[in-house]
């Protein structure tokens, strides 16, 4: 008989790992199989392999499975019926209540051992409970505590449907090393790092996108972005984004001082107007290029169609020609560029030996975006962002490109939903790709344009009310990180950082705190 440690590893087949599901989950007896995957570990966000099971019942309700591949836990569970509206006799479920029904659950999904390491239900705010499926319910949260210390990014998060079902259970548990608490520096020590490193962004965010209404106008806001530094690294000291990375203060300075009519209304062009529009882009390349008849239309409204057309290069001695698309929309807006992009990926991965530096992929980049924007470039600027070394040889060792992004500007602060990406060749240099049809979701025209708020309060103003509504606390921290081919992954280990813990939010420029949280109780 093989060691157990060997038996542990092994994957368990379809039917192995639909067994141990109905163990866990009685309820399962009422639903029938609909179908089940194999998810290799290196495509899941913890590099865990999944069987994905979905269930179905005859009265329509239906459930998806995502179970460890190795030991059969259920890591994620999701409950999809239509949402009922409560009866006038039904009375709304109570935190309480909901509580019961997620203890409950926990005991057919966790072990006796993991639930003794557990928070009570939301004693600690959970920091991406937003940021799961907006379902109707009560979002129910234990933290992993591992020496007296929250796991934030650990434990299990539930929501209670309003008829006392669970609708979503997800699973997070990391099993890397934990840092030794015991070299951690004094919490005075670290919240006078944190005053002085701690660097929100400035900057204008549709509300629209918290408060889950339809139209909600733009505000100038200050909220910690992904890149910002804003937790301090127990052990050393410095600031870290939320990727765990060591971070400083961001620069947005704009490409230059070009800035278009905000006023001008964009009228809707035909197809021949913008191949028009493409040809005199290709133009500013160096190089010839003729139109190779493939031309395709995408968006079936008029004001949302877009063309792309793919062009070829006449190359002279014998060289190999480049097959170059771009995409124009109904605005006259370039939207799309890509460099030999069907051969690219038709061609097989391979080490990059020797590859360029990530600061001359952000001028090769830099470049293009001035080539095709000279009109725009006093709105456009360079996000202020470097990969770890890590990442790099992963970059190098993947044939992957650098992924250099770029945003737009009002009154000269960044707007958060407009971040376009230029992909550029980590070996040659060469951008392969420009993706850019985010610039029309930020407002335009005056009418929408925020105010430029001379009165608004300044930074340490903004980070004082941050401080007033959370709590600085020392807890475990295992940030998600930028992985290959754009899939995010966890951290090998997790980190021991000092952080201020509370709901969610954001500090608006009349110096108020706006919970994202409460906003989702509502």
Avoid: C
């Avoid at 141990?20 to 290196?42: C, H, N, P, R, W």
């Amino acid at each position: 008989m093989a060691p157990v440690v060997y038996a542990a590893e092994k994957t368990l087949s379809e039917k192995e790992a639909i067994a141990l599901a109905q163990k866990q989950l009685t309820m399962l007896g009422e639903y029938k199989l609909s179908d089940a995957e194999f998810v290799d570990g290196i495509e899941m966000l913890w590099g865990k392999s999944i069987w994905y099971t979905r269930w179905n019942k005859e009265n329509g309700g239906s459930l998806s499975l995502q179970q460890d591949a190795t030991s059969g836990d259920i890591w994620k569970y999701e409950y999809i019926a239509e949402e009922k509206d409560l009866d006038a006799n039904q009375k709304k479920l109570t935190e309480d209540q909901a509580f019961q029904v997620a203890t409950q659950f926990l005991k057919q999904v966790a072990t006796e051992e993991e639930r003794s390491r557990l928070s009570k239900p939301n004693e600690y705010p959970d920091s991406e409970i937003f940021y799961t499926r907006n379902e109707q319910g009560i979002d129910v949260n234990f933290t992993r505590i591992e020496n007296g210390i929250p796991f934030l990014e650990n434990g299990f998060r539930l929501i209670v449907g309003n008829d006392g079902e669970v609708v979503y259970f997800e699973r997070r548990w990391s099993e890397g090393k934990l840092p030794d608490a015991s070299k951690v520096i004094e919490i005075t020590e670290a919240e006078k790092k944190w005053d002085e490193g701690a660097f929100p962004t400035f900057l204008n965010k549709d509300m629209a996108s918290v408060s889950h209404k339809e139209s909600e106008p733009y505000q100038l806001v200050y909220e910690f972005q992904s890149n910002d530094p804003q937790f301090v690294d127990a052990i050393t000291g410095k600031m870290l984004d939320s990727y765990g990375q060591d971070a400083k203060e961001r620069k947005i300075q704009p490409l230059g001082k070009t800035v278009p009519p905000s006023n001008a209304e964009r009228k809707l062009i035909t197809k021949d107007e913008a191949q028009k529009i493409a040809e005199k882009q290709l133009k500013k390349l160096p190089g010839t290029y003729h139109l190779n008849g493939k031309i395709i239309e995408s968006g079936s409204e008029s004001d949302r169609k877009a063309w792309f057309f793919e062009f070829t290069s006449q190359p002279g001695d014998g060289k190999k020609s480049d097959t170059v698309k771009i995409g124009i929309d109904a605005s006259g807006y370039l939207v799309q560029y890509n460099l030999n992009q069907k051969i690219r990926f038709n061609e097989e991965s391979k080490k990059i030996e020797k590859g360029i530096t990530w600061e001359q992929a952000q001028e090769s980049a830099r470049k293009l975006v001035q080539t095709f924007y000279p009109d725009q470039l006093g709105i456009i600027y360079a996000v202020d962002y470097a990969p770890s070394e890590e990442r790099i040889k992963e970059i190098w060792e993947n044939d992957e490109p650098y992924e250099i992004e770029f945003g737009y500007l009002i009154n000269g602060k960044p707007v958060v939903d407009t971040i376009f990406q230029v992909n550029v060749d980590a070996e040659s240099g060469e951008v392969v790709d420009l993706y850019n049809h985010l610039y029309n979701l930020g407002p335009s025209g005056d009418s929408s344009l925020p105010p430029k708020n001379e009165d608004a309060i300044d930074l340490n103003a903004a980070k004082k009310v941050v401080k007033e509504n959370k709590k600085l606390m020392l807890t475990y921290f295992h940030p998600k990180v930028r992985g290959s081919n754009g899939i995010m992954k966890m951290l090998e280990q997790p980190l021991l950082v000092y952080r201020y813990v509370g709901e969610k939010g954001l500090v608006t420029v009349d110096g108020k705190w706006h919970s994202f949280t409460e906003k989702r109780k509502q």
